[in-house]
């Protein structure tokens, strides 16, 4: 038997050391981290990442064991193993950061999202965050892009005309890459 892959998904209560508990747990066992990020949610904690699992343990086990930690009782846990083929994905080079931020809005991210399909842009990474700002709450939201070179600069002028329509301030600048 060899090595297997998994999404690896934890959603609990955020506090110090929760990222150090994790890993240091995933190291005892064995368990190879790929691909992960962690955000703080609300007032939670989500550890997210593709991880490679010893064979003998299976996705189950490692859940358990995860719940077993201090504190980590009441966590949401999933592992689950993934086995993409070799298709073809589209490009994870960064080569815009942009800033969007403005009053929040049903369909603010949908609408935004959009724009990157009419110019075969990928978002790589979206983070939003609603804050109280002088009594209003204002949604911002970073995402890292890669937008091909040759449509970028169209990409963004339609971007920044769909942000001004939902009164939204947008920022871009290219990625040092």
Known sequence: MSDYKALLSIFSKDRVGLISLVTGHLFDKAINLGDTSFAVLGKGGEFTSI???PADLSEEELANELRSLDGMKDADIDVRRIAFGNEDTPPTDITHHIQCSGPDQPGLLARISEVFIDF???IVRLKSDQIDQDGETVFITRIAVYIPSS??????AALDNTASALGQTLSAERSAI
């Not at 449509?151 to 963004?156: K, V």
């Open 120 to 122: 075969d842009a990928n």
């Open 51 to 53: 991880i490679e699992i």
């Open 151 to 156: 449509r970028a600069e169209s990409c963004l």
